[in-house]
């Protein structure tokens, strides 16, 4: 499968960081289990993956923290 991007290389497996930015939050994810192009670095996440990140930004937006960082562990 071509990069989702650029269209020009190769999706392979590999952790990636996943910032996230809502209203005063910012989130940042370690270790993100992704497949990422080799030709330009755009990464690709599954559905089930970046779900867990979304669903821990809500908590941490509700509960009043404006930056965390964290590394990913699947459920």
Sequence with gaps: MPGPMCKHGNLAPGPVSVT?????????????????????????????????PLAQASAADASGVQVEVRRYAAS
Excluded: I, M, Y
Aim: aromatic letters at 4%; one cysteine or more; hydrophobic letters at 35%.
């Design 20 to 52: 996230l930015a809502r209203d005063q939050l910012t989130p940042v994810f370690k270790g993100v289990p992704a497949r990422v192009c080799d030709h330009c670095g755009e990464p690709l996440l599954d559905e089930q993956v970046s779900a867990q």
